[in-house]
T-cell receptor
Framework: DGGITQSPKYLFRKEGQNVTLSCEQN?????MYWYRQDPGQGLRLIYY???????QKGDIAEGYSVSREKKESFPLTVTSAQKNPTAFYLC?????????????FGQGTRLTVV | SQQGEEDPQALSIQEGENATMNCSYK?????LQWYRQNSGRGLVHLIL?????REKHSGRLRVTLDTSKKSSSLLITASRAADTASYFC???????????????FGTGTQLKVEL
C-alpha cells in the first residue's frame, strides 16, 4: 500500500519540551511539506523540502525545525520556542513537475500542550 | 490574507439535495484543486481543474473555474450523509524556493448533510 504515515496520532507536550512528529512516505515523492491547522482555519505552511538534504522555511517556521536525511522521511520538531504549539499538524508529499500537483496527506498529529 | 476563500463557511442540507461551495482567489493560477477533510483526519484530493479548463466532472462532483472572476465552485449532487466533511480549495499561484508549487489553502466550507 502506497501512502504517507504520520505518528503519533495524539501527542502531549509539557511546557519547555521539544517534541518530534514523524512523517514517512513510500510514494517515491521528492517534495514533502508540513502544515499547521488551527480550528476554523485553513492550512499554513511551516516547512517544505523539495529534495533530500534540503529544506526551506514556509510562512510560519519560527519555533519549528525539520530534517530531510532520507527521501522517505521528513520529521518535524516543535521546539520550546514555539509559544502556541497546540494545533493539528499535517504532513504532505507531492511529485515534482507541473503535472504532479496533487498533494497526498497523512492522517495528522494532534499536539496538545499540558 | 488567504489566496483562497471559501463561501459559505458552513452549509447544512438534507440528504439528496445538492451542495454548492465557492472559492475565490486573488492572483493568477496554474490550476485549482479541491480537497475534503473528515473531522480530525488528513485531507484527501478530490479534483483538479487547470486554468485552461472551465468545467470538470468526477462522479457526483462538478467543478467550474472562471479565471476572469478568479473563482471556482464545487457542486456535490445528490448528497449523502457520508459527504459530511470540510471542503477546501487550494491554488498554486506561488512558486517555492528550489522549485515546485506552493499550495495555498482557504479556510474551508463545513458541509453537514442530514438524514
Amino acid at each position: 500500500d502506497g501512502g504517507i504515515t504520520q505518528s503519533p496520532k495524539y501527542l502531549f507536550r509539557k511546557e519547555g519540551q521539544n517534541v518530534t512528529l514523524s512523517c514517512e512516505q513510500n510514494l517515491n515523492h521528492d517534495a514533502m511539506y508540513w502544515y499547521r491547522q488551527d480550528p476554523g482555519q485553513g492550512l499554513r505552511l511551516i516547512y517544505y523540502s523539495q529534495i533530500v538534504n534540503d529544506f526551506q522555511k514556509g510562512d510560519i517556521a519560527e519555533g519549528y525545525s525539520v530534517s530531510r536525511e532520507k527521501k522517505e522521511s521528513f520529521p518535524l520538531t516543535v521546539t520550546s520556542a514555539q509559544k502556541n504549539p497546540t494545533a493539528f499538524y499535517l504532513c504532505a508529499s507531492m511529485g515534482r513537475g507541473i503535472m504532479n500537483t496533487e498533494a497526498f496527506f497523512g492522517q495528522g498529529t494532534r499536539l496538545t500542550v499540558v | 490574507s488567504q489566496q483562497g476563500e471559501e463561501d459559505p463557511q458552513a452549509l447544512s442540507i438534507q440528504e439528496g439535495e445538492n451542495a454548492t461551495m465557492n472559492c475565490s482567489y486573488k492572483t493568477s493560477i496554474n490550476n485549482l484543486q479541491w480537497y475534503r477533510q473528515n473531522s480530525g483526519r488528513g485531507l484527501v484530493h478530490l479534483i483538479l481543474i487547470r486554468s485552461n479548463e472551465r468545467e470538470k466532472h468526477s462522479g457526483r462532483l462538478r467543478v467550474t473555474l472562471d479565471t476572469s472572476k478568479k473563482s471556482s465552485s464545487l457542486l456535490i449532487t445528490a448528497s449523502r450523509a457520508a459527504d459530511t466533511a470540510s471542503y477546501f480549495c487550494a491554488t498554486d499561484a506561488e512558486r517555492l524556493t528550489g522549485g515546485g508549487n506552493k499550495l495555498t489553502f482557504g479556510t474551508g466550507t463545513q458541509l453537514k448533510v442530514e438524514l
